[in-house]
């Protein structure tokens, strides 16, 4: 009953699978919009400290190497108090998870099949999710492999397709600090620390399963890097293109700025080359979340996660519809609520209170295992 | 009886995560809309004319079934394998 899989991939796979966690959501709803014209010096800054977020994360898997997120709370708190912070954090992945779904469903119910019912959205893509994952974390990071040539080639492709068009305009980038630095410090932390790179979190379910654990620290704080790059890309575009006042207004704002592309007269209308970066992405991401859940499901209950693929994924299908009334509603929620009081607890603080109990633990179990061996 | 109970991990599984997403729903809307607990419940199963939730609902009620089906076959596998 409880016989597990093995299941491996490869470094380059996690750096896809990175890479395009926080592409996601990002490229739906945008960051930093609040700080206008700086959100690219936000994102900029958000991505260092967010680099240095994950090293953290991989130095507790270090710590315990071959053993995931929940195995490692069970390791420091102990079976009981382990398996209820493991369920809140199963509770956590999975509403997460499913809040992602919800941005996608509400970009293409507005934006391309307007007539569709959102919960047909919703249940076609937790479907997909749900099979990809039944399949196995292979398959998931084989599918990502396949993909990011497209994803990364037409994200650049629509920078320079503005540039082009002639809508990228540098003046809307100015003035540069003109408030100081102050709102982007308040506006990193919590919020743009949290959301996307502190949601990488859930990879330390996935990262004890790379082939090269050794070298995942490296990679997993480059593709970190490169990723933030590729959002400040896609933040400046945004500015530059759209303005900061009309930025801050819109729901969407890379899909208003690919609208505006218009290459010889004949080009034009390519927002969907950006609802197809956003697709996959969203995939990704939901599917990465979907995944820490249940696995950390797969630990507390002790039964193989492909039993609970399919009925999980259902649940995840609905709620994402019952999480809120309305966009307006889902957007609130996620910028008053969900950053404070579930980002913070779960991505910074109990990993923070984790990390000296779980040096001691290991430390206790080396002496112990020596002091035997010397016998 | 008790053996068989603890077998039906899938479906209690279910019902955990179902019913414990539902509550965090409702208590997160409490806290920002200021509203009763009573409030946001009804809220969630209230069937909103004209919307489509009955599709969800009926994907949820899939997936309960589902869960209830994959205890049945993990239970018929253990008794296979005992006799």
Known sequence: MSKKLVENISLWQLAVLMFTFEIGSVAVVGVGTDTKQDAWIAVGVATVLGAGLVWFYVYLLKQLPGRNLFEMITFCFGKWLGKIIGLLYVYYFLYISARVLRDFCELITSVIFENTPIEVISITMVGICAYMLYLGLEVFGRTGEVFIPYVFTFIILIGLAILFSGEFQMKNLLPILGDGLGPILKHVFPRLLTFPFGELVTFMVIIPYVSHFAKAAKVSVFTVLISGFIIIYGTVIEIASLGARQMERTVFPLLSAAREISLLEFIERVDLVIVFVVMFGIITKVSVFLFGGLKGLEHIMNIPYRYLVFPVSMIIGYIAIQISANNAEHIEEGIRFIPLYMHIPFQIIIPILMAPLLIWKVKKQKRRSDANGSR | ?83
Do not use: H, P
């Open chain 2, 1 to 83: 009886m008790l053996k068989n109970r603890m077998i039906r991990v899938v479906t209690f599984t279910f019902t955990m995560i179902f019913s414990g997403l539902l509550l965090m729903i409702a208590l997160i809307d409490m806290f920002i809309w200021q509203q009763s607990f009573y409030q946001c419940v009804s809220k969630l199963f209230a069937l909103d004319e004209g919307a489509n939730e009955g599709y969800v609902i009926a994907t949820a009620a899939a997936g309960f079934i589902y869960s209830i089906a994959s205890d049945y076959r993990i239970r018929k596998k253990k008794r296979s394998q005992q006799s």
